[in-house]
């Protein structure tokens, strides 16, 4: 039985996994990681896989559905995302009507909304929600059999003229037993194909956990309020299979919602990385709260850079969005990284409850005043199912619900939510306007050229520094 795993054409670039998709000003273009594990996964039981990323490769939407035709599948996998759904929804149902194949949308919208996204278009036949890789495998058995659909959990489907939910479906347990990220990049996608600007080229990313035991209101991550980790020795073997396997990598990126968050564990593999003599930088999300200590191992590790999420300095608004930090925080985490000789990438959203021009003033000159390494500066996102988009939609901030609205004409990131004496355009030419102040100051230019350490990270400079000028200069 052949599968087809399609993260579907839309625009150039055009990063579907990313928290909040758009074709990033840095040039970032994230793996879709969630359709690789479901692809090892198939594979592992011994379906006839094929996993096509055409906005990695380039593929327009007439050579993505010549590719669909040619291999004739029986089931197509189509990942979503808010932006692009209406897209991803017209591709789908111009693959069935090409082929007889099942249709199924996966990913974060259509988790969130899975009965609107199947009454989008009669050619889809089902929606899985939340975490797919089991519900895909007993669906591919289901339809290889000729059984029911609709005893499959996880899905939404059609059954006698109306839309329905099965049975939620656990979500695994025993993440180990699930195939290597880096594994199944290598057979199927091209790693030069995608960019992290804060990471040495090229790069590949994998997951050491699922989840996060924080909730914060604007968050699309799945699972959060859960968290789950792969053994240790696991993670290990992973390293090892990347350093062998895909010499070409100069950094691996731990894309764990918060990497550090269970002290005793990341002390333990930071401890078994050393003893293996695991040679290859890596990166990963952390919070403000990642004790010294710990920063000291994960630097002596190999950790070059951590991406983490300040969001703001006025406890009012972090605590309007459920962060659970504070600004002395922040400054103490700052200083205790800097100590500790790892980089940071500074993540601060403006627009969030409580903030004003004023107060969006003052978190602009915090950020410059913390100057982690880079720094990237979001209008408030607000994605279905979230704390933040109700909270959007129930205060009348949320402008339209035309998803297409998510990003502008380029592909970047929009603003929807409009509050009296701030509306979304000023987020957005205030966010700009932040990115400008933060990287043009003549001692941030030339800390980030002297602080050069490799061919990986120039080549990651060289193509951040393109990207983002072709953003500004057009």
């Given at each position: 039985?052949?599968?087809?795993?399609?993260?579907?054409?839309?625009l150039?670039?055009?990063?579907?996994?990313?928290?909040?998709?758009?074709?990033s000003?840095?040039?970032?273009?994230?793996?879709p990681?969630?359709?690789?594990?479901?692809?090892?996964?198939l594979?592992?039981?011994k379906?006839?896989?094929?996993?096509?990323?055409?906005?990695?490769?380039?593929y327009?939407?007439?050579?993505t559905?010549?590719?669909?035709?040619?291999f004739n599948?029986?089931?197509?996998?189509?990942?979503t995302?808010t932006?692009s759904?209406?897209?991803?929804?017209?591709?789908?149902?111009?693959i069935?009507?090409?082929?007889?194949a099942?249709?199924?949308?996966?990913?974060v919208h259509a988790s969130?909304?899975?009965?609107?996204?199947?009454a989008?278009?009669?050619?889809?036949?089902?929606?899985?929600?939340?975490?797919y890789?089991?519900?895909?495998?007993?669906?591919?058995?289901?339809?290889e059999?000729?059984?029911?659909?609709a005893?499959?959990?996880?899905l939404t489907?059609?059954?006698?003229?109306?839309?329905?939910n099965t049975d939620?479906?656990?979500?695994?347990k025993?993440?180990?037993?699930?195939?290597?990220?880096s594994?199944?990049?290598?057979?199927?996608?091209?790693?030069?194909?995608?960019?992290?600007?804060s990471?040495r080229?090229?790069e590949?990313t994998i997951?050491t956990?699922?989840?996060c035991?924080f909730?914060?209101?604007?968050?699309?991550?799945?699972?959060r309020g859960s968290?789950?980790?792969?053994?240790?020795?696991n993670?290990i073997e992973?390293?090892?299979?990347?350093?062998?396997?895909?010499?070409?990598?100069k950094?691996?990126?731990?894309?764990?919602?918060?990497?550090p968050i269970?002290?005793?564990?990341?002390?333990?593999?930071?401890?078994?990385?050393i003893?293996?003599?695991?040679?290859?930088?890596?990166?990963?999300?952390a919070?403000?709260d990642?004790?010294l200590?710990?920063l000291?191992?994960?630097?002596?590790?190999?950790?070059?850079?951590?991406?983490v999420?300040?969001e703001?300095p006025?406890?009012?608004?972090?605590?309007?969005?459920?962060?659970?930090?504070?600004?002395?925080?922040q400054?103490?985490?700052?200083s205790?990284a800097r100590?500790a000789?790892?980089?940071v990438h500074g993540?601060?959203i403006?627009?969030?409850?409580g903030?004003?021009?004023e107060?969006?003033?003052?978190a602009?000159?915090f950020a410059?005043?913390?100057?982690?390494?880079?720094?990237?500066?979001?209008?408030?996102?607000?994605?279905?199912d979230?704390?933040?988009y109700?909270?959007?939609k129930?205060?009348?901030?949320l402008?339209?619900e035309d998803y297409?609205k998510?990003?502008?004409?380029?592909?970047?990131?929009?603003?929807?939510?409009?509050?009296?004496?701030?509306?979304n355009?000023?987020?957005?030419e205030?966010?700009?306007r932040a990115?400008?102040?933060?990287?043009?100051?003549?001692?941030?230019?030339?800390?980030?050229?002297?602080?050069t350490?490799d061919s990986?990270?120039?080549t990651?400079?060289?193509?951040?520094?393109k990207?983002?000028?072709k953003?500004?200069l057009?």
């Amino acid at each position: 039985m052949k599968v087809l795993l399609l993260n579907p054409p839309f625009l150039p670039r055009f990063s579907r996994t990313s928290r909040s998709p758009e074709i990033s000003k840095g040039g970032a273009l994230y793996y879709p990681y969630w359709l690789a594990y479901a692809a090892g996964v198939l594979e592992d039981h011994k379906f006839d896989v094929k996993l096509v990323d055409s906005p990695a490769a380039g593929y327009s939407r007439q050579a993505t559905l010549g590719f669909a035709v040619d291999f004739n599948p029986d089931l197509v996998v189509c990942d979503t995302s808010t932006p692009s759904i209406h897209n991803d929804v017209e591709v789908a149902a111009e693959i069935k009507k090409h082929t007889a194949a099942f249709i199924l949308l996966v990913g974060v919208h259509a988790s969130a909304l899975p009965a609107e996204t199947l009454a989008m278009n009669e050619s889809v036949d089902a929606v899985a929600r939340g975490e797919y890789e089991l519900t895909l495998l007993e669906l591919a058995q289901k339809i290889e059999e000729g059984g029911e659909v609709a005893d499959v959990a996880g899905l939404t489907v059609r059954k006698d003229g109306k839309i329905v939910n099965t049975d939620n479906r656990e979500l695994i347990k025993n993440l180990d037993e699930l195939p290597f990220l880096s594994k199944v990049y290598k057979k199927y996608l091209s790693i030069k194909d995608y960019f992290y600007p804060s990471v040495r080229y090229p790069e590949v990313t994998i997951l050491t956990a699922r989840g996060c035991p924080f909730n914060c209101s604007f968050c699309n991550t799945p699972f959060r309020g859960s968290y789950r980790t792969r053994s240790v020795e696991n993670v290990i073997e992973e390293f090892k299979y990347i350093q062998k396997e895909l010499p070409m990598v100069k950094e691996v990126m731990i894309e764990d919602d918060t990497f550090p968050i269970n002290k005793k564990r990341t002390i333990e593999l930071c401890d078994r990385m050393i003893e293996e003599k695991i040679n290859l930088p890596w990166s990963c999300n952390a919070r403000v709260d990642t004790e010294l200590e710990v920063l000291k191992k994960m630097k002596k590790a190999g950790c070059t850079l951590m991406c983490v999420g300040f969001e703001s300095p006025f406890q009012k608004t972090l605590d309007a969005v459920n962060k659970k930090t504070t600004k002395d925080l922040q400054v103490k985490f700052m200083s205790n990284a800097r100590k500790a000789g790892i980089k940071v990438h500074g993540c601060f959203i403006l627009g969030l409850p409580g903030d004003t021009k004023e107060s969006i003033e003052k978190a602009i000159r915090f950020a410059i005043e913390l100057d982690p390494q880079t720094a990237q500066f979001y209008p408030i996102m607000v994605y279905p199912d979230t704390e933040a988009y109700k909270w959007a939609k129930e205060n009348g901030y949320l402008i339209t619900e035309d998803y297409r609205k998510w990003i502008d004409d380029k592909g970047v990131h929009n603003c929807v939510v409009s509050r009296p004496g701030l509306g979304n355009t000023d987020l957005v030419e205030l966010c700009d306007r932040a990115l400008r102040r933060f990287y043009f100051r003549p001692k941030k230019i030339i800390n980030i050229a002297l602080s050069t350490h490799d061919s990986g990270d120039f080549t990651r400079k060289i193509i951040g520094l393109k990207n983002t000028l072709k953003y500004f200069l057009g």
